[in-house]
């Protein structure tokens, strides 16, 4: 189920074709944004699937995810059922130790409480809740910065690691060389407070070819 964002998608496109010639012509080539926002799972729900997509092609990671949903009544994972659940079983969906070990931990934070409500959730700043959710064994601050983007459709966030982000930057300004982090990181100053926005023109970017006049 779709939701709405937390910004106005309009006014955030505007700006970032007013204040970046090279995102204006990205736009214009792109279209019109599509960016998806969907909280039709729970938190716990979303962070599960975002630990068995981790490293993985979508594929693969698809298959792992449907059989792990298998093991559980009406494909709904249970915290108390996962915990009890032995590690054969959980292997038995295609798991990796490590990410078992993630799954447990992620269940044990939400059957004791700890892990935030949606609603918790909407309270808190980016910064807070990357702080929060990075503590979860396997949740680094990319898969957190999906959520924003993704899951709570915060309107300021820019994953500069992402490989994708990186390289629709380097198309978007014809870069010989991949840029680092930091470079993306200043660059994108210029596109607050909107540069989730920019982030999925980016990585729509990375496929196309771009003039730079």
């Not at 736009?27 to 962070?47: A, D, H, M, N, W």
């Not at 698809?62 to 709904?76: G, S």
């Not at 295609?94 to 934070?109: E, F, I, T, V, W």
């Not at 982000?165 to 990181?185: A, C, H, N, T, W």
């Amino acid at each position: 189920m779709a939701t709405t964002y937390e910004f106005d998608p309009q006014a955030a496109v505007a700006h970032l074709r007013h204040v970046d010639r090279g995102m204006d012509r990205l736009i214009q080539q792109v279209g019109t944004l599509e960016l998806p926002v969907k909280r039709s799972r729970s938190v716990f729900e979303y962070l599960i699937r975002s630990i068995v997509y981790q490293q993985l092609s979508g594929k693969a990671a698809a298959t792992i995810h449907t059989r792990l949903l298998a093991l559980f009544p009406n494909r709904r994972i249970d915290p108390e059922r996962l915990l009890k659940m032995s590690d054969h079983r959980l292997r038995s969906a295609g798991l990796s130790r490590s990410k078992c070990l993630a799954l447990r931990d992620l269940a044990a934070r939400a059957h004791l409480r700890e892990l935030p409500t949606t609603r918790q959730l909407q309270r808190l700043s980016d910064q807070e809740i990357i702080d929060r959710l990075t503590q979860i064994r396997g949740i680094g601050p990319w898969t957190v910065q999906m959520l924003l983007i993704f899951y709570l459709g915060r309107p300021d966030v820019l994953p500069v690691g992402d490989l994708g982000v990186r390289k629709g930057y380097q198309q978007l300004r014809g870069f010989k060389i991949l840029p680092d982090p930091d470079k993306l990181e200043r660059a994108g100053r210029r596109w607050r407070p909107y540069r989730s926005v920019a982030t999925w023109y980016l990585w729509r970017a990375v496929d196309m070819v771009l003039p730079t006049d």
